[in-house]
């Protein structure tokens, strides 16, 4: 791997290295973000922020008073009108999205860095400790699965089967029921970013420079592509075809089924998070702090300089797109589809 000069990006790769051993990890965050038809939900820092996605009204705050608690994944949506987020501090919390009154419901031993999934009535939650867990939604345990390593990638759910990215080098499949193992993968690197599902096949990025296909009944490489960097973000997939970025700021377009390089584009930062796939084109943002869209042939529209570094995948809100950043100043700032500002949620005081 080439060396890497971004800060943010260091201190996440050396809590890797620095304490695999441990599973505690150190992480530096920016906002995770969730969004449902009127809300928005934004994990950050000290608190799980509700807006309205209209115009960035606050709505709540949890939890109402600043604590020690710090907050980084979007928080999931579950059943009943509540979300699921974990902290820093090593605990998942159930949140009412109404009044934003919440509680603890289970303590691990690690981070939770990763955002919860929720399939039925069991939240599938993997942590910082290398475990990932099953619990229903008063917290009681219904099973666990330890990996060899930190555990900072979502996992995915697909026909009762969980599908779990390590930085062990794993790609792990997992009966929902029991937590019993089907098969894993060796991906070549460690795996932080999210998984893909598409046409019979699992899609991810690795930290040892590839985009990598795995089939997704028996775990055999369909096919591996080397990039020019790590691949941190999970790719995204419109069409046939798969979109991602790298660490040294080059963006790709393959085809799915063979991995070709149909064509590629060039920034001038680090692209950490996974592109937003819309009707206007690509959204990706980079380290460097802009907000890029191409369209699908590789072609720039515009690259909009925004304030703060920017390292989340873009969300889309209706009409606007939505870029959580580290400014000082800003949590969220709210786009129209020509990159113009339609609101913020400042930072709290």
Known sequence: MK?????????????????????????????????????????????????SAANGSPLWHYPDKAGKMTFFAAPALAPDDQLIVGDYSNSLHVIDTKTGTGRSIFTAEGKWIAQPIVDGDIIYAANADRILYAIDMNGNLKWKFETGSLLWSNPMVI?????????????????????????????????????VNANGSIFLGTMANEAVSINKTDGKIN??????????????????????????????????????????????????????LTDAGIFFTVENGNLVLLDYTGKLIYSKTLNGKLYGTPVVSGEQILVGTTDKEKILIALDSNGNQVWVLPQPK
């Open 159 to 195: 026909d009762g089967i969980v599908y779990l990215g390590a930085m062990d080098h794993y790609l792990y499949a997992l009966d929902a029921k029991t937590g019993q193992q089907v098969w894993k993968a060796d991906a070549g690197g460690a795996i932080i970013g999210n998984l």
């Open 223 to 276: 096919w591996r592509f080397t990039a020019g960097n790590a691949v941190w973000s999970g790719p995204a997939i419109k069409d046939g075809f798969l979109y991602f970025g790298d660490l040294d700021g080059n963006f790709y377009a393959l085809t799915e089924s063979d991995r070709k390089l149909l064509w590629q584009y060039k920034t001038d930062g680090a692209i950490v998070g996974t592109p937003l």
């Open 3 to 51: 060396k890497l000069t971004i800060p943010i990006i260091t201190i996440l790769l050396a809590a890797f290295f620095l304490s695999g051993c441990t599973g505690a990890g150190i992480a530096t965050s920016w906002p995770g973000i969730t969004v449902t038809e009127d809300t928005v939900y934004t994990a950050y820092t000290q608190g799980v922020y509700a807006v």
